[in-house]
């Protein structure tokens, strides 16, 4: 998310953190801004899990609000908390 943040500016840093979203969970193409909320939208609503809910209404509030580099982080964080939620949980294998 530093990374990001320096090199394209923080509104960059998030769009592409949503976007690295969707191509994670399989959805390929390039979304604009607009598309983007509605795709964050309609995420929000399949989600089965009140806290990945909520991970992506904090990252809709940071796609949608203004503020300064703290938004890169917070994105960051949204994006891996949908992304834990939205993974199969992993199983020890037998020994």
Known sequence: AAGLEGAAGVDTSVALMVSSLRRRL?????LAAGEQRSWLAALELALPTAAGRNAVRRLQRILNQPGGPERALGAAQA????????RPPTTRAGS
């Open 79 to 86: 994006v891996e908390d949908v992304w834990k939620e939205l």
């Open 26 to 30: 399989g959805r390929a193409g390039v």
